[in-house]
């Protein structure tokens, strides 16, 4: 009797394992048959993007006519509220690496550090496609002209001003590229672009990583 309910389970084991490795397999993310184009794990499958940066090292205070600059304050973010109350010169305006690599299927770590935007415009894009006279409309007063060009936009971040006190100069936003080719990235804050805060990300073909060593 036992060996007979035995036989029985048997296939219903079966069928219960298979189904749970085909839902491991969906839940990974693709079947095996696409792996070996869009696997999202291995070389170039991620990158990490410092946009801006606090100095911390003495730097000039833009003057104050007649005053020659000057240095300015030390960073210091631990009171509370400081974060809101540093200027504009004591954050480092740049994307580093100017241009980061992945591959096709890989995602962009964009790791925000000051009041920034970051937009993402399709392959083939240049700093000098940017209408910087499309800007967002009604921004409150005293805030910084927002870029609004969406020609060839294929992503835009948070705006953080919208963003709860504490995040709105400190988050990360993640970006995935499926398609080879050169995108342009950008600080969509107007006076941070127009000092040159742009980049690129690269995005190879999966097959073809021996270009990503050159």
């Not at 007979?4 to 839940?27: E, G, T, W």
């Amino acid at each position: 009797m036992k060996r007979s309910l035995f036989l029985f389970a048997l296939p219903a084991i079966f069928v219960f394992s298979f189904a749970a490795f085909a839902q491991h397999s969906v839940h990974s993310g693709r079947s095996a048959a696409s792996a070996g184009t869009t696997r999202d794990s291995g070389p170039l499958s991620n990158a990490t993007v410092t946009f801006g940066g606090w100095m911390a090292n003495t730097h000039p205070c833009p003057p104050v006519p007649p005053a020659p600059p000057a240095p300015c304050p030390v960073v210091d973010r631990f009171p509370a509220g400081a974060a809101t109350q540093f200027p504009r010169f004591s954050n480092h305006h740049a994307l580093v690496p100017e241009i980061a690599k992945i591959k096709a299927g890989g995602t962009v770590n964009f790791i925000i550090a000051g009041l920034h935007v970051v937009a993402v415009y399709d392959d083939g894009t240049t700093p000098e496609d940017i209408d910087i006279t499309d800007l967002v409309p009604d921004r409150p007063p005293m805030t910084p002209p927002i870029i609004n060009d969406s020609t060839n936009r294929i992503y835009r971040g948070l705006d953080p001003l919208l963003l709860p006190p504490g995040t709105q100069q400190d988050r990360v936003e993640a970006v995935q590229f499926s398609e080879p080719g050169l995108y342009l990235v950008i600080c969509a804050v107007l006076p941070h672009f127009n000092e040159g805060m742009y980049g690129y990300v690269r995005v190879l073909p999966s097959g073809d990583l021996a270009r990503a060593a050159k």
